[in-house]
């Protein structure tokens, strides 16, 4: 994977202000990481389609979410901290 520009890390559901906001802000060279209850967006938000998405494993199961259908690349912890250290800057919400 190429050097990541901002590595979002998004944990609010997708009625919170913030979900919103983390997408309007995103740019070409961005990724989404969503963790918690951020990985709800995944069924309930059609604007993370276009984004390299990322979800924890964890947070899925706890969700009952399946990483078969997901538009989303299903990742560990310890792939969620390799992702913080290609990204030039992380961002939570």
Known sequence: MNR???LHILNKTPDH???SECLGTLGPD???ALTENGVLGLVASKALGSVQTYA???DLS???LSDDNLEAAAIDYSELV???LQAERV???
């Open 62 to 64: 706890a969700r009952g």
């Open 82 to 84: 390799n992702l913080t």
């Open 17 to 19: 202000p913030r979900f």
């Open 30 to 32: 961005d990724a989404v």
């Open 56 to 58: 924890l494993k964890a």
């Open 91 to 93: 961002i939570s919400w």
């Open 4 to 6: 990541l520009h901002t």
